[in-house]
């Protein structure tokens, strides 16, 4: 499961696309998280039920499978370039929208409207960053593509706390998110394009409906991964909010926005972990420790500790940025370059089915049962999901 030799030619100025797809990736998930801090602000003003906002996960996965399964090999007939434009544009759609928010309508759009970028920034943006990156920076390239949207979510949710503690025009935060994609969306131009030989339209709209048979053994490992991980850090990223009030008694999107932010940018630091460690012993120590902080989270939250919530969210964050850069380090490794889009839209596409089921169940309960068993509801389902790896990589020790 060691990532065998890749091809170091890469065109010349090719690691400049690499910092300008990091930063699409970056922003378009730091748009998609800003608005979650301000669930609470918009029940009030706009008389939202809480099924609406947990509706809002729902919105948004749909918009992701509904591109998802095609973004890959889209990339492949049209080019990188044009696919992490396709991903901005989008974004700054959905920032549009928020920033005239008036009802639940266009809540639920904009949130549909940002899956469609994150899934086209998971995929094409994604295989730009892995493309643009040699050997001798390899690591970087696997860290940002398995957890670069994880630091874009913090951004973006810390950045609007931080705002709201001195200001409450919160359509500001939209606009500047706006400036900053268009800006990107203007130097990707001046990136070298890395898909030479590009696949046809006809074969590009048909899904990948068969997993690759080298990839076969790996993929229940990699995707219980992804959907265990995915699963519980969407209760923070649509959750976050009500359960900052209910448990800690927030009274303003700051402590919501740090909820989320400490379970999401740690993730960066399991990437450079996961590859001094090894990728077998990367996916045993990471999901083990992602459970066992999960029991330890909800613990603190019933109990009302936040200090300590805050470090085991820190710990959390890291244990699963191990698994998922582990995940894909040992799908990569097994592919050629010309597969890397379609592997990263096939990791990501598992990840998100899964997590998709999971965050329907816990919607129909939402408004029924406390947080805490929501939560609670969600690890057990996640751990479900990992059973078929734990079992394949028992069977390979």
């Known amino acids: 499961m060691e990532q065998t030799s890749s091809t170091d030619s890469r065109p010349p100025g090719a690691f400049r696309g690499a910092i300008v797809a990091t930063v699409a990736l970056i922003s378009v998930f730091a748009a998609a998280s800003a608005p979650i801090p301000l669930y609470a602000h918009w029940q009030a003003e706009l008389g939202l039920a809480a099924s609406d906002v947990s509706m809002t996960i729902v919105s948004y996965l749909i918009g992701v499978l509904a591109v998802l399964f095609f973004a890959g090999s889209l990339s492949d007939a049209s080019g990188r370039r044009p696919s992490v434009a396709a991903s901005l544009l989008c974004g700054i759609a959905g920032c549009c929208l928020f920033a005239g928010l008036e009802n639940g309508f266009m809540l639920q759009a904009a949130r549909f409207v940002q899956g469609v970028s994150c899934a086209l920034g998971m995929s094409a943006t994604s295989a730009f960053v892995i493309d643009c990156t040699s050997d001798n920076h390899r690591t970087f390239g696997m ?169 085991l969210e820190v710990l959390f964050a890291v244990a699963c940025g191990i698994v998922l850069s582990a995940s894909m380090h040992m799908l990569i490794s097994a592919s050629t370059p010309q597969e890397n889009a379609s592997v990263v839209s096939l990791t990501n596409f598992s990840g998100y089915a899964g997590s998709t089921i999971i965050s329907t169940v816990v919607t129909a309960v939402a408004d029924s049962v406390d947080l805490a068993w929501v939560f609670a509801l ?19 020790k």
């Not at 995707?223 to 959750?239: D, E, K, N, P």
């Not at 927030?250 to 402590?255: E, F, G, K, R, V």
């Not at 969600?378 to 390979?396: D, R, Y």
């Open 378 to 396: 969600i690890v057990a389902m996640a751990a479900v999901s990992v059973v078929p790896g734990c079992i394949k990589l028992a069977k390979e």
């Open 143 to 311: 860290t940002i593509a398995s957890t670069g949207y994880l630091i874009g979510l913090t951004v973006g949710s810390l950045g609007i706390g931080l705002f709201a503690t001195a200001l409450t025009d919160y359509w500001i935060v939209f606009i500047v998110l706006v400036f900053i994609m268009a800006a990107t969306l203007a130097f990707l131009p001046f990136t070298k394009e890395t898909v030479v030989n590009r696949i046809t339209w006809r074969r590009a709209v048909k899904p990948m409906l068969q997993v690759p048979a080298h990839l076969k053994g790996l993929l229940p490992i990699a995707a219980g991964g992804y959907i265990s991980t995915w699963s519980v850090g969407f209760f923070f990223q649509s959750l976050a909010t009500p359960a900052s009030v209910d448990y800690f008694g927030a009274n303003d999107p700051l402590i919501p926005s740090l909820v989320l932010a400490l379970a999401m940018a740690p993730s960066a630091l399991g990437g450079p972990i996961s590859a001094r460690v090894g990728t077998r012993a990367s996916m045993v120590f990471g999901l083990a420790a992602t459970f066992a902080t999960s029991l330890a989270l909800l613990a603190c939250m019933v109990a009302g500790q936040l200090a300590l919530f805050f470090v």
